[in-house]
């Protein structure tokens, strides 16, 4: 049965494809099982997260970058980490709606991820969604975030290459550097370069950049215009030329170690916590008669912790 | 000693309390026991959280609502979440700079905390700062956020009252929608409300807030201009209502349980990884014997995690 999946998903069979992510999201008590089997298939594909502030035109670099993929004979698999609808609990069709020019075909897979669930969850099953593209023989997974919160840096400093993307109006303020995003990218996209202000963005991030040069790649800055596809050729160049670097200087290769470390660490966290409240019904009973008590009553959480650990 | 500490914390020492966050921020030894020695004094203050997206207003408003609790005899700390700078690994002076307004006095309190670190850790160690100010006497704690990111939403969804800061331009696309702060919102805040497309962004998202109207709380709408304080009035009598509808209905209490046992979880976890992986040094070595194969070679994640967990 696994062994039917899999070898159907070496096909790159986009049902299977599909069917195998749906596994890994509802957690299927049978993924685990698989995902040990696709492991060896896994590793060769190349992992490229573009994030940016709402607005700064990932989508259409993305599209425009799927293009130049295609056109080389890479196939692209496109994850996007997509905050879930404030009302319906769902995922909002929106990414899809933009990739709609984007014809049905095994060579370019769109999916998209909410971002509601558990901390840690979300990066841990992007990672393994990207393996199944992975080993099914996707040459290129793209990761495309809202950047800021934490979850997203997390799965996007898990790709070998990292986009920022920044409009004119970023530089504005004090708000650009703030944005957490910065210390992350090798590459810098400024998109909608024909508006005022995209040279001063261009010359202050370049000096700043110029200042922390030193040992490894030197980020790069490149003007795009993605509505009208001005700047991908060179941005493609780019990439290329990191993807070089980090696979001539085992970059990539330690980049997989800490993908690898990382999702061992979560399995094993996972399973000890499960064991822990499974082994002893009275340890939650024990905290539900805590929480009975006035607040101010009640032991510290610290104190009530070590409490139950010691049982 | 800790004794000491909580006696001058209870009086509002600005030193005791600067002294005790750094304790939760280093993750020094002692700082437990601390946190279990002041856990009966907290659960007092209003916690309210503001949120949305980078240039929002989100520091403006939060510095005329300073100003108003300060009035009606309020003392307020602030706790700004802070992603760290790109290139120096501390925290950007932003925040502070633009809080310099505020005099110093023991009365505000403000205080960034920096995105960066693991995961959990961060919501974890906003709720603990929370509670040293409660605990110190604090009236009124404000949790401020760039919005979007996991972690940020986990720390404002623990607060009391949570605000979502949005500018005209909000409306502009589906970008709004997306942002994953739609749903955690009891107040809405539309700034900068004098910009064209202030209406058309309050009609729309009353349309939507209209459709969803049920039992509980109705979020409400705000139409501010932080800079010149218009708006703020009834931005702050919003609050207020808010604030006794949640005593009323026994939703702090709620909120307060939420918070206790997800600190109560978060230990429970973190000592249950420590004693994993001191509990045998061979783990470790075994672990790193298989980093050293080929990425292709090793054991799946899942299964090394298990034979991990079997040893």
Redesign the interface.
């Known amino acids: 049965m696994i062994k039917d999946l899999i070898s159907n998903l070496r096909k790159k069979d986009v049902k299977t494809i599909s069917r195998l992510i749906s596994n890994i999201e509802n957690e299927n008590k049978d993924y ?2 698989l ?9 060769k594909a190349y992992r490229l997260g573009i994030t940016g ?3 700064s035109g990932k989508s259409s670099i993305t599209n425009q970058l799927i293009e130049k993929f295609t056109k080389n004979k890479l196939s692209v698999a496109i994850i996007a980490i ?6 319906n609990g769902g995922s ?1 069709l ?1 990414d899809r ?1 933009r990739f709609s020019n984007i014809s049905k075909n095994s060579d370019i897979f769109f999916r998209s991820m909410s ?2 669930g558990s ?2 969850g ?1 990066s841990k099953s992007a990672t393994l969604v990207a393996d199944i593209f992975d080993a099914s023989g996707y040459d290129v997974i793209i990761f495309e975030t ?9 799965v996007i400093e898990a790709a070998d290459t990292v986009m920022v993307t920044l409009v004119p109006e970023s530089g ?4 650009m ?4 995003l ?2 992350i990218a090798d590459l810098y996209i400024i998109n909608k370069s024909d508006r005022d202000g995209a040279d001063r963005l261009y010359n202050s991030l370049n000096k ?1 950049l110029d ?2 040069m030193g040992h490894g790649w030197n980020p790069t800055i490149t003007k795009t215009s993605a509505i009208n596809g001005s700047g991908i050729s060179e941005l493609y160049d780019k990439i290329m030329n990191h993807k070089e670097f980090i696979e001539r200087n085992n970059i990539k ?1 330690d980049k ?2 800490e993908r ?2 990382k ?3 979560f ?3 996972e ?3 499960k064991d ?1 409240w499974h082994s002893n019904k009275k340890l939650n009973e024990r ?1 539900q008669k805590e ?1 009975k008590l006035i ?12 409490e ?2 010691s049982q």
């Open positions: 685990l099982d995902l040990s089997g696709i492991h060896s298939y896994t590793g502030p709402p607005g997509d905050p879930s609808s404030p009302f909002i929106g709606i971002t509601r901390q840690g979300l809202v950047g800021v919160g934490q979850v997203e840096i997390d504005d303020d004090i708000q550097m703030k944005s957490g910065m210390e700043i200042l922390n290769s997989m170690d690898y470390l999702t061992v660490k399995f094993i966290t399973a000890l916590n822990f905290l929480l607040y101010q009553k009640r032991l510290s959480p610290y104190k009530i912790s070590k139950l650990l």
